[in-house]
């Protein structure tokens, strides 16, 4: 017979920003632990509002099923006397299993027990089973309170633990479980008593708690629509922002309130930012995208005295926006490049100088990128310019108040200072992507401009030593040169990313021979996140690992080549990674130089000279032109030549010219496949 089991655990309010990842844990968790404790069931439901989280599961079975255990004991030697009769410690083994001594089992060199493990009731395992679920979770960062010793996120006030209609007893920081949760802090004062599992929901609902987070969600998102229809505009909608409302409410009531005209005058970042970073407000949009004097919240309650909410909320976003207006206003005294002179107070990092001397070296370094990628005259121009003014908004007010509008309020300043659209585009470009998902440059300046920022970070952070190691990265460098790739394949941007390493830590301070081993630790830091990357493409590690071989020079076509191997099945030739793999053997190690034709002695040498010269001249154009998959059916044709030289001509002869130029021959061959990646690693 199967129960409906119920773990609630109440909380003082939990942060918002953690709890998505606390409830797909708990989930694992409980699924895991549930699992491990033999307990089938039907369906695990994970509920979270701010002030609980609740384990729902579906059809338990009543008890565990019975267990068979094979134990082995002392060896044969030890078990048994001359006369084949049990030692004290085949005895004592025995006795421990609650088994006779001539029931052991002989195999293999020990004495072995057939051991039945009885099942228990669910109701006997269930207490240390919910306590796990507890004492399980890990958060970034716990709480101990009182005189406790234990620890959790957030201090636990109540407990329900239900096995059908019958209390579970267990007890953490010695709040002692029962079937009496809490429902809304303010709309229900009296305690809310849970009968069954299966009533969870509903009896919570009737306490103003909606405790099923996707519920909450949609009803917040239908709410925040509907209201905006009704003022006849659009919400302007953020996931994340979404998200960090559903965990601060538990009985959502979307409302809107307004903002005064004289703030819609501020550039849309200057409204925006304080009204949704700072306040959890959604902006309202007219079709033609612009701001609408709306801004729309969600209440925690009901509709009681919902007026008088909403001027309490217009009251806290107009002093936000008047500090904003205040700002801008003072902002505006100088021009963008005036503020410019404001970066000399502020450090970039120790030792590599202040603001205005990164603004300095981004110019530089933007310039040499452009250079590389064949930017016109004017192209060069606008990425000066755009370098130039690049870090100028980190000086103003605004910025200093709200840093997360650095590079907006720099656009939009610009283009108030009547610089051109694509400089102060590229001011802004400069920081993308900023997070997971979001968007990447989409002009040339911008993409230089960001990469230079990028590898500007990279090469100063690496000279100071600070290189991330495990999960510390303070510095964000992993997101940056993930964002850095995603730049360069995103714009199919051929280019040899050593260059702008190499010239990044040219303009930085230090060693020479510090500089070369940072060249390469970078290097090798940009090939481990590619490599990531292309793991999360579903590519296999085999085939990552043949065009990494390498240098990490042009990163779009290393990408490129994986996903030509994928696309070509060239794992499947198995007969030319086979020939290849005996090249790189015979090879290994050695130095090749130019090949004499007039040194060959055998046929299969001239064969194969003949098929690589054909071969060459077939594959080099579709290599240019990076068609590596469309290179395969040629580079084929080399493995019967390959194979017979291999099998027909011995490479280490005692004529040096003559063996130094079969290594020759044969180290060409195998740079053609290289070409496209190491196919010996292929398994």
């Not at 009543?62 to 134990?71: A, I, L, N, T």
């Not at 452009?370 to 690049?390: C, P, Q």
């Amino acid at each position: 017979m199967s129960k409906n089991l119920l773990l609630e655990i109440g909380t003082e309010e939990m942060p918002a920003n953690i709890m998505s990842g606390v409830v797909d844990q708990l989930r694992t968790l409980a699924d895991a632990k549930f699992k491990e404790s033999r307990i089938s069931f039907d369906k695990i439901t994970v509920y979270a509002t701010p002030r609980r989280l609740a384990v729902l599961v579906k059809n338990a079975a009543d008890r565990q099923p019975d267990e068979e255990v094979k134990k082995r004991g002392p060896s044969i030697k030890a078990a048994f006397d001359a006369d084949g009769n049990p030692t004290r410690a085949a005895q004592g083994f025995a006795r421990g299993q609650h088994i006779d001594a001539s029931q052991l089992i002989k195999e293999g060199d020990y004495t072995w027990a057939n051991v039945v493990n009885k099942g228990k009731a669910v109701e006997e395992v269930l207490p240390d089973l919910f306590l796990s679920f507890i004492t399980g979770l890990t958060f970034a960062k716990s709480m101990r309170w009182a005189s406790e010793e234990v620890h959790f996120i957030r201090p636990v006030r109540w407990l329900v633990a239900l096995a059908g209609d019958q209390i579970v007893p267990m007890e953490f920081a010695h709040v002692k479980s029962g079937r009496v949760s809490r429902g809304h802090r303010f709309l229900c004062k009296e305690p809310v008593t849970i009968e069954k599992p299966e009533d969870y929901k509903e009896t919570m609902r009737k306490a103003f708690v909606i405790v099923d987070q996707d519920e909450r969600r949609e009803l917040i998102k239908e709410g925040l629509l509907k209201v905006a229809k009704e003022l006849g505009g659009h919400v302007w909608h953020n996931e994340d922002l979404l998200e960090e409302i559903n965990y601060l409410v538990e009985y959502p009531t979307p409302l809107y309130g307004r903002i005064d005209d004289e703030f819609l005058k501020l550039p849309v970042p200057a409204v925006v930012t304080p009204m949704r970073d700072h306040q959890r407000y959604y902006p309202v949009r007219n079709e033609d995208g612009s701001l609408m004097p709306y801004f729309l919240t969600v209440r925690n309650g009901g509709t009681k005295a919902i007026h008088n909410v909403q001027i309490g909320n217009e009251r806290v976003l107009r002093a936000r926006l008047d500090d904003a207006k205040f700002f801008f206003e003072n902002d505006r005294k100088k021009s963008l490049e005036g503020h410019r002179e404001g970066l000399t107070r502020i450090n970039y990092q120790e030792g590599m100088g202040t603001m205005l001397d990164k603004a300095d070296r981004l110019q530089k370094l933007t310039a040499a990128i452009g250079a590389d990628w064949n930017f016109s005259a004017e192209e060069l121009s606008d990425a000066d310019r755009a370098a130039y003014l690049s870090k100028s908004d980190l000086a103003t007010g605004m910025v200093t108040e709200f840093t997360e509008l650095q590079g907006e309020m720099g656009k939009e300043y610009a283009l108030l200072d009547g610089e051109k659209k694509n400089v102060a585009q590229a001011i802004f470009e400069q920081y993308m992507p900023r997070f997971a998902g979001d968007i990447l440059p989409q002009e040339s300046i911008g993409r230089a401009l960001s990469l230079a920022d990028k590898l500007d970070n990279l090469a100063a952070t690496f000279l100071r030593g600070l290189i991330p190691t495990g999960s510390q990265d303070p510095f964000a460098l992993r997101r940056q040169t993930i964002g850095a790739v995603n730049i360069i394949t995103d714009g199919k941007i051929h280019w040899d990313i050593r260059r702008g390493i190499e010239k990044a830590l040219e303009l930085l301070p230090g060693e020479a021979d510090q500089k070369k081993t940072v060249l390469s630790q970078v290097e090798d830091f940009f090939r481990q996140r590619i490599r990531a990357i292309l793991l999360d493409e579903g590519i296999e590690y085999d085939i990552i690992d043949s065009v990494l071989a390498g240098p990490v020079d042009d990163i779009y076509a290393i990408f490129l080549k994986a996903r030509a191997m994928v696309e070509s099945h060239l794992k499947d030739e198995a007969d030319l990674r086979q020939a290849v793999t005996r090249l790189a053997n015979i090879t290994k190690g050695k130095v090749g130089g130019e090949v004499n034709p007039s040194l060959f002695e055998d046929e299969a040498e001239k064969n194969l000279q003949a098929a690589l010269e054909k071969v060459t001249s077939e594959v080099s154009p579709l290599f240019a032109a990076y068609d590596y998959a469309g290179a395969l059916p040629f580079l084929k044709e080399l493995t019967a030549p390959v194979n017979a030289y291999l099998d027909q001509v011995m490479v280490m002869v005692k004529d040096e010219s003559v063996k130094a130029n079969r290594i020759s021959q044969l180290k060409k061959t195998l740079a053609l496949f290289d070409t496209w990646g190491d196919f010996s690693k292929l398994v």
